[in-house]
Structure formats: structure tokens, C-alpha cells
């Protein structure tokens, strides 16, 4: 058993490490569309934190609370990172100033659960809420953008 546990410790690592990697190739990218290589490249990083959470869970009995708080606050980051593709694969204006709006949940339910890391069952369930709003979004913009 512990030679699993050595096996799954080595491919959580490997994993973050492809993640980054996978983000640093993109943010090289000069070929394709570099607006959204570098909001992709922002959305891997983010990615990694959970992958974070589960290996400090591996080798630290209980992990760090802090980081579970930081990786259970990622469920809030992944709508408005799919709204911001969307608006950059629709050629509408993607500068951080008119985007940051959409993070401010985010930021939000990060200072929060720092603060409060009791409520983190309920705000984990507001941020599938929230990504689910978000996706339901993407769709309704798609879908009028078809026509």
C-alpha cells in the first residue's frame, strides 16, 4: 500500500508540473491567438491550487488549511473564466479593467473563507451556483451568436 501512496504523490506532482508547463508553452506561443493563450495560461495556473491542495493532503496529515480554503475558492474562478474566453473568442473587449468585474466574487468568497473557513460548505455550493449562472450565460451568448 504505501508504494501506491508513493505512485499517486508522484503523479499528483506530475500532473501540477504538466499544468504549468502547459501554461508556460502557451504564454510562448507567438502562431495563435495570444489574448486567449494568456487568459488559458491564467486559467491553468489557477487549475493547479486544488492539484496543491490534494498533494499537501498527501504528505501532511490534514494538509494546510489555508490552501483548501485558496483551492475550494477555485469553483468561483472557473465561470468567469469561461465568460472571458467566450468574449475574446467573440472579438468583444477582454482588457482587465471591463474583466475584473467578473473576479469580484472570486475575491469575495476568498476573504471570506479565510476568514470564515466554517462556511466553506456553503460557499462551495454557491460557487457551483455561480458557475452554473455563468455557463448558462455562455450558452444564451453562443447560441445569439449563432444567428
Excluded at 500500500?1 to 508556460?24: D, G, N, Q, V
Excluded at 474583466?99 to 457551483?128: D, E, K, Q, S, T
Amino acid at each position: 500500500m504505501p508504494a501506491m501512496h508513493e505512485a499517486f504523490k508522484i503523479f499528483i506532482l506530475s500532473t501540477i508540473i504538466i499544468t504549468l508547463w502547459m501554461a508556460f508553452l502557451l504564454l510562448q506561443d507567438k502562431r495563435s491567438h495570444k489574448l486567449l493563450n494568456r487568459w488559458f495560461a491564467a486559467f491553468l495556473v489557477a487549475l493547479t491550487l486544488p492539484q496543491m491542495d490534494l498533494y499537501a493532503n498527501q504528505i501532511v496529515q490534514g494538509g494546510y488549511l489555508k490552501l483548501a480554503l485558496v483551492a475550494a475558492s477555485f469553483l468561483w474562478l472557473k465561470g468567469p473564466f469561461v465568460w472571458t474566453f467566450i468574449q475574446v473568442l467573440t472579438r468583444k473587449d477582454t482588457s482587465l479593467r471591463r474583466m475584473f468585474v467578473h473576479f469580484i466574487p472570486w475575491c469575495c468568497a476568498l476573504v471570506v473563507l479565510l476568514n470564515a473557513p466554517r462556511l466553506i460548505v456553503p460557499f462551495v455550493l454557491a460557487g457551483m451556483c455561480h458557475m452554473l449562472a455563468y455557463l448558462l450565460a455562455c450558452l444564451w451568448q453562443l447560441i445569439h451568436k449563432r444567428r
